[in-house]
């Protein structure tokens, strides 16, 4: 779990850019924030999210909004919550949970910025069009794809040369965060 509170805080980190760039409008800015869970069990997350926001210099409901939307595990109802934060004009969605919310995001709006956190490989979703130069409005971190894996592997065996056997354990695929 601490992995993914550090992503989160990176993450709310990162969805502060676009509204650093922003003109100062009379309006407080809002974050529109997508993911394919439930708020329940990621209260967590949502702390982590909200300190990365916090060490950017934002605080919800002083000098931003956050609007939450769950599908509550149900990927069809990404889509239409996508659509409620483009016409909510959210400056930046951040989407969790699997690809497909950022999917969703990014069928929703050419325009709105796309922070997106997923274990997935982003490219191969078509998410991005390559790690180092993501493209248009969609950017994000992961941390599984087939061009991190092998540089994962080489740093594990840097700082464990001895080792002989190496074992890779991991949960369902689009687990939700």
Not at 131 to 155: F, Y
């Amino acid at each position: 779990i601490r992995q993914r509170e550090f992503i989160f805080t990176r993450v709310g980190a990162a969805a502060a850019w676009p509204l650093a760039a922003q003109t100062q409008q009379a309006a407080m800015p809002v974050i529109g924030f997508l993911g394919l869970g439930s708020s329940v069990p990621t209260s967590a997350f949502e702390a982590a999210f909200r300190q990365g926001l916090a060490e950017a210099g934002y605080v919800p409901g002083q000098n931003v909004a956050i609007e939450f939307r769950w599908a509550n595990y149900q990927p069809s109802r990404l889509p239409p919550l996508a659509a409620d934060l483009v016409d909510r004009k959210v400056a930046v969605i951040v989407t969790t949970g699997s690809p497909y919310a950022a999917l969703a995001a990014k069928a929703a709006t050419s325009t709105i910025p796309i922070v997106f956190a997923v274990s997935e490989d982003p490219v191969q979703y078509g998410l991005v069009t390559s790690l180092s130069r993501p493209g248009g409005t969609v950017t994000g971190m992961t941390s599984l794809t087939a061009e991190l894996a092998g540089k994962q592997l080489n740093l594990l065996l840097e700082l464990i040369p001895q080792a002989t056997t190496i074992a890779y354990l991991s949960g369902p695929s689009s687990s939700p965060i």
